[in-house]
Structure formats: structure tokens, C-alpha cells
């Protein structure tokens, strides 16, 4: 295509000649010129319509080329679908459509990756931690806060006063978590029916569930330790009633580096009592958010607000509002090896399988100053 380009550009730099040459002589063309420009123009027009058949070609090709890339795209996604549904149906696998996990459990290659990320996209509080993907116990290395590097002003030739730093070292290794679903075999021959997608689609459901409980409120026996357990103290005056004075009190609770990021977690009960509070001046100190997508049902004192099935209600020593920079004070360790077990023997007299699926993680608050631990009196 460039020769032909450049051929044309010859040809019409020629024919320019013959017809600048003619204007300025005020004459009419020579009957060789005559030749000679009717050759340049049945050679211009043969060009043209070789360059637009050309380009045309060019524009189909592109354009089977994407629909191919996009159907490949979608068999991929269908591919892996089907994987998973097969995997429990009980077919084999190609040696590329699954991975052996450390767990030496067989799971569907793209299986691990597609339920964390999906349970963490259900959960607000998941997204609002830091995450860590380890498949040992990770160690966090925090600032012991009776020691910590001391500067200060030292005069010209004054000794400079040294400060002891000292760290301490936090755990977190794993825990399991686990989503065991029996399904009759009726229902697993249905080929019509995406048993793979409700699976997952209810183990992350859950799984979701049960790990943001955790991260709120876990004992740290057999599951992570939650944030309730930690984090600095606040009281109310009351177990059945909060105020705006205390809201105000509590969000200044909260230390100043660490307030461009905070976010209050309370339960849907504790948002509808907040709501009714108001200011000197009878404003509400809630205000609704207008962008239903971000995940936040709102702010208060200019600070987002998340709802947490996990989060108490107000009552009796209950802890029913967490308030900081919830990336800075909570460290969640996921072993990215999410583990699925078809288990084919145990429920077969019942004329079912078992499909057993297991997460691996753990958490622990790291520092308790990013954050705000609100309390009930007993």
C-alpha cells in the first residue's frame, strides 16, 4: 500500500506540471500533454480503486479478528464455567484446567483466585482491612508504643538524646473456613442447570458472611481475633441510647493521622438511631449519600459510613460503633489456595455428592490507635 501511495503522489504532482504549465502559457494542451494527462488520470483512478479495495479488505480482516478475539474470550469464560460444573459432575480434567494446591487438594485452576475476589467484592469491611496472601503465617512487625523513636530540638555542640525503638513482632497465620454443600445427583446430571455458578455463587455468599463476623467481633479461637477486640476505648453514658455530643466525642477519639481515611462500621439498628440525631441548630448530622454504587450508606461528620450485619446493636456492654483507618489498624492473612473436594463416597446412599470448599485465613488487629472502640455500660 505505501508504493501505491507514493506512485499516486507522483502522478498527481505530474498532472499539476501539465496543467500549471498550460495556465501560465494561456494555451490549451498539446495533443501529447492531451496523451499524456488522460494516461495519468486512467492510472490515478486505477490506483484509487485499488487503494479502497485494499483498505476494505483491511477493515473486514480487523473486523473478523476482533469477533474471533471476543469469541475466544467467550469460550474461555464458558470454558471456565464448565470446567468447574464438570469438576463436580465427576469428569476428568485436562492436566491445564486444574492445580494442585498446598493443601494437595485438586481444585479448577481458576477456582482460588475467582472465590476470594469474589468474597471480598461482598463484604465492605474485607475491603476496607489490609490483605496480606500468604500460605505460611505472616508476621507484622509493630512499634512497641512504650518505646518508639523520640526526636527533639539539640543545641550547637549539645549531646543529642538517644531513644531506645523498640517492635514487637504479630502472628497471623491461618484458620479454616469451610462451606460443605450436599447436591443430589439429579441435580448435578441437569446439564441446563449452572450448578457450578450456584455453588460458588453461595459458598462466597457465605463465606463472605462468616469472615466479616469474624474480622468485627472472632474470639481469635479457631478464627481470626476481631476488631471489637481492640482499638482505642470509648464509652456511652447510656446501653440503650447514644447522642450527638458522643458521636462528635468519639470521632475526635480518634487520633488526627489517621482520620483522612476513617470510616464508621455500625449495624443497620445503630445507623437508624444515629439518623435521628441532630445538631444545635436541629440539622441532622447524617447525610444520605447520593452515589448509590460506592458502598457507603452515608456519611457522618464528613466520614463514610458501612453497614455491618456483624456490628451489635446498642445494649447492654455491646460495642456497636467501630470508627477509624481500618487499613492501618487490622492485618488480614488469606492463603491464596482456596480448596474444593468432590466427595463422592460419603453421601452416596443417599444418592448425592458433597462438594467441600475451604478458605484459608486469619486476622488480627495491629494497631489499636487507628481506631475507635465504642462501648455500652452493662
Known amino acids: 500500500m505505501k508504493e501505491l501511495i507514493e ?52 477493515a473486514a480482516m480487523m473486523a473478523e479478528s476482533e469477533e474471533g478475539a471476543e469469541e475466544d474470550t467467550e469460550g474461555e469464560k464458558r470454558a471456565s464455567a464448565e470446567v468447574v460444573s464438570d469438576f463436580i459432575r465427576g469428569a ?27 468474597t471480598f467484592a461482598l463484604s465492605g469491611v474485607l475491603n476496607m482491612v489490609s490483605v496480606v496472601n500468604s500460605k505460611g503465617t505472616y508476621k507484622q512487625i509493630v512499634s512497641d508504643k512504650a518505646n518508639m523513636i523520640s526526636a527533639g530540638w539539640t543545641d550547637e555542640i549539645a549531646e543529642i538524646t538517644a531513644s531506645d525503638a523498640k517492635f514487637t513482632t504479630i502472628e497471623i497465620g491461618h484458620h479454616k473456613l469451610t462451606a460443605l454443600s450436599k447436591l443430589s445427583l439429579e441435580l448435578i446430571n441437569q446439564n441446563q442447570f449452572d450448578i457450578a455458578a450456584e455453588v460458588m455463587r453461595q459458598t462466597e455468599r457465605d463465606f463472605a458472611i462468616k469472615a466479616e463476623t469474624a474480622i468485627i467481633s472472632g474470639d481469635g479461637a479457631g478464627k481470626p481475633f476481631g476488631l471489637v477486640t481492640s482499638g482505642t476505648p470509648y464509652a456511652l453514658a447510656s446501653a440503650s441510647a447514644i447522642t450527638a455530643d458522643e458521636i462528635v466525642k468519639v470521632y475526635h477519639a480518634l487520633k488526627s493521622p489517621f482520620h483522612q481515611n476513617a470510616v464508621w462500621i455500625m449495624s443497620n439498628d445503630t445507623l437508624c438511631a444515629v439518623r435521628l440525631l441532630t445538631d444545635g441548630s436541629g440539622r441532622y448530622i447524617f447525610h444520605q449519600n447520593e452515589n448509590l454504587t460506592s458502598g457507603y450508606a452515608g456519611y457522618i461528620l464528613g466520614k463514610p459510613v458501612v453497614v455491618s450485619d456483624a456490628m451489635e446493636n446498642l445494649g447492654s456492654s455491646a460495642k456497636p460503633i467501630l470508627f477509624g483507618d481500618f ?43 487507628a481506631y475507635v472502640t465504642v462501648s455500652c455500660p452493662a
Open 327 to 369: 487499613g492501618r489498624a487490622y492485618k488480614v492473612n488469606i492463603n491464596p489456595d482456596v480448596s474444593m473436594q468432590i466427595l463422592n463416597e460419603k453421601y452416596a446412599d443417599f444418592g448425592m455428592k458433597g462438594v467441600l470448599s475451604i478458605m484459608w485465613l486469619d486476622g488480627k488487629p495491629v494497631n489499636p490507635e
Open 7 to 58: 506512485k499516486r503522489g507522483s502522478i498527481l504532482g505530474r498532472m499539476r506540471e501539465l496543467l500549471d504549465g498550460i495556465k501560465n502559457e494561456k494555451r490549451a494542451f498539446s495533443e501529447e500533454e492531451q496523451k499524456e494527462y488522460a494516461q495519468a488520470e486512467k492510472e490515478l483512478a486505477a490506483i484509487d480503486v485499488t487503494l479502497k479495495a485494499e483498505k476494505r479488505a483491511q
Open 92 to 118: 476428568e480434567l485436562r492436566a491445564d484446567e486444574m492445580t494442585v494446591s498446598g493443601t494437595g487438594s485438586i481444585v479448577p485452576s481458576d477456582f482460588s483466585q475467582d472465590i476470594i475476589h469474589d
